[in-house]
């Protein structure tokens, strides 16, 4: 089944404790993207990648890492969480180098708590 | 300026009825892509249409249609006959040629609650 895998599902975790969120797709897209959605904000870009080894930013990238040594992953890396990154964070691919003419599958979400 | 505006936050509808979520969108391109998504309460992102601006036809797929008119910059989403299962969250969203359709600008999305 084509799908973007993402894990945890769930995530409480302390301030300044570095954590990883993972992210997979089996699809062979080229495109990858983090975002992040919060209420009232909808849905905000974090960091995106057109290939591997090509990453950039999104809108919201600060506190956050990412890297694309492989086609298929596509980690999250926040290397000293803080409360205001508590989120609902999705991965979502793309078939081609722009998403907006393809659309996205997303990944089934990670709702991380920063306490 | 939001370049994705659902106007509607919440709406709540008995089954059975018609419901229409509005998308009012923003672009000087000629050429972009609209799209709809839903977010049942599980959490999760569900495709569900894409349009690229050069066709407007509305589009029908069971009891979801949608209508795209390019002189109001919309894009609404009517279910007929709703059910229980379609209450989620839907988001609307656009991509533009000016920035190579790299850029997703998602609107704020509405919260649709179908009631028994």
Redesign the interface.
């Known amino acids: 089944e084509a799908q973007v895998t993402q894990n945890p599902r769930y995530l409480i975790t302390v301030t300044g404790k570095k954590l990883t969120v993972t992210c997979s797709q089996n699809m062979n897209h080229e495109y990858m993207s983090w975002y992040r959605q919060d209420p009232?904000?909808?849905?905000r870009?974090i960091y995106?990648s057109?290939n591997v080894e090509v990453t950039d930013k999104g809108d919201v990238p600060e506190g956050y890492k990412v890297s694309r040594k492989e086609k298929r992953n596509f980690p999250l890396i926040l290397e000293s969480p803080s409360p205001n990154q508590t989120s609902?964070y999705?991965c979502?691919s793309s078939n081609g180098?722009?998403?907006?003419?393809?659309?996205?599958?997303?990944?089934?979400?990670t709702?991380l708590t920063v306490v | 300026a939001q370049k994705v505006t659902q106007a509607q936050t919440e709406i709540s509808v008995v089954e059975k009825e018609d419901v229409t979520l509005d998308c009012v969108y923003e672009t000087r391109d000629t050429t972009?892509?609209l799209?709809w998504?839903k977010q049942p309460p599980?959490?999760?992102?569900?495709?569900l249409i894409?349009r690229n601006s050069f066709d407007e036809q509305n589009e029908i797929s069971g009891r979801y249609s949608w209508n795209f008119q390019k002189s109001t910059s919309s894009f609404n989403f009517t279910i007929t006959a709703s059910q229980v299962v379609d209450s989620a969250v839907y988001?609307c969203a656009l991509?533009?040629d000016l920035?190579?359709?790299?850029?997703?600008y998602?609107?704020?999305?509405t919260k649709l609650n179908v009631k028994p």
């Open positions: 009232g904000l909808g849905l870009q995106y057109m609902l999705f979502a180098q722009s998403p907006g003419a393809y659309g996205y599958t997303f990944g089934s979400g709702r | 972009y892509y799209f998504y599980s959490g999760e992102l569900v495709f894409r988001f991509s533009e920035y190579n359709f790299n850029k997703f998602f609107g704020s999305g």
